[in-house]
């Protein structure tokens, strides 16, 4: 994403639902909007101090009604629109999956909401570049949702000027604004665990999230900087866990955060590189960034969410 708002382009942000139908096959969810009597998925602006993926879950809701939990994010869809002044300017839309469940609510923008195979789908749509958002979703080579959101630690302030062990070095206060946007925007994945490296700062920054959630923030000193560096295969094992099914087969997304000497070696050792800039191999780490990894047979997908403010750079 970029790093800045360009005036000259509109942005907006949406879902691709889906879900299992009786058979177990993959339906998607599209919309009718009677403005422009069109069939499409669920899309629309965002609000002030709103990430992306913020506006494109509450769009979904408040154009379906459905209960939605966030996915992979998708493809940015990009198309010429003509602004109320009559000049044209380009449309810039970024895209997640979502599982949805529940009914549609009919509302001033939607009249009508069908479930459809994907096939169908693609021949239903309106817009050419709904079927890109579309051909992404049918995707079998990455999976769906993320199994594993890893964090790193908000904002601690510098090691010289805290008086004690760096163990307990605290968040500043740049880093608890951070642990609350954290926990605004992760809690849209719908996580089900929430795990912490011992540093006080690590467990500070996924405490709202853990609040919010109502679960126990719980520790994984084997992804500790220090016990990462000791003993990465260890760490290694505990991650590979984590990427895998969970131990009673029940779906959902774990939470970790850790610190920016263990993050990188970590996504070295599964095989992410970074190719944002070019010859850099090293992926990045910022404090209060987070990376969204996920496993469907071999293949891994790795997502580098550079921050979850509204002008987000990843």
Not at 239 to 249: H, I, M, P, T, Y
Request: negative net charge; charged residues 25%; contains cysteine.
């Amino acid at each position: 994403m970029s790093t800045l708002a360009d005036p000259t382009v509109v942005r907006a942000a949406g879902g691709v639902v889906w879900r299992r139908d009786t058979d177990g096959r993959l339906e998607t969810a599209l919309v009718h909007r009677p403005k422009y009597d069109d069939w499409s998925l669920p899309k629309g602006k965002p609000d002030a101090g709103e990430h992306p993926l913020e506006t494109a879950v509450r769009e979904v809701v408040e154009e379906t009604g459905l209960s939605v939990v966030a996915g992979r994010r998708s493809v940015r869809t990009r198309y010429p629109v003509t602004l109320r002044d009559g000049r044209a300017a380009p449309k810039e839309v970024d895209y997640w999956l979502m599982h949805g469940s529940g009914d549609f609510v009919p509302n001033d923008e939607v009249d009508q909401l069908c479930w459809l195979g994907l096939d169908d789908a693609a021949g239903l749509v309106s817009h050419e570049h709904d079927r890109a958002v579309l051909a992404d979703l049918a995707r079998t080579d990455v999976p769906r949702t993320p199994t594993l959101l890893l964090v790193r630690h908000a904002s601690a302030g510098d090691r010289s000027d805290f008086d004690g062990p760096d163990e307990l070095r605290p968040l500043d206060r740049r880093g608890r604004a951070q642990a609350r946007r954290l926990a605004e925007v992760l809690a849209l994945f719908g996580p089900v665990d929430v795990l912490s490296a011992p540093p006080v700062r690590c467990g500070q920054t996924v405490a709202p999230l853990a609040e919010r959630l109502r679960l126990t923030v719980r520790e994984v000193p084997e992804l500790g900087e220090e016990a990462f560096g000791d003993d990465p295969a260890t760490g290694l094992a505990v991650v590979e866990r984590l990427l895998s099914n969970r131990a009673d087969g029940t779906p959902g997304v774990t939470i970790v955060c850790s610190q920016g000497g263990a993050i990188p070696s970590v996504l070295l050792a599964l095989g992410v590189r970074w190719h944002a800039t070019a010859g850099a191999l090293w992926p990045p780490s910022a404090k209060g960034s987070v990376w969204a990894l996920g496993r469907r047979g071999g293949e891994l997908s790795a997502d580098y969410y550079r921050n979850v403010g509204p002008n987000p750079a990843g």
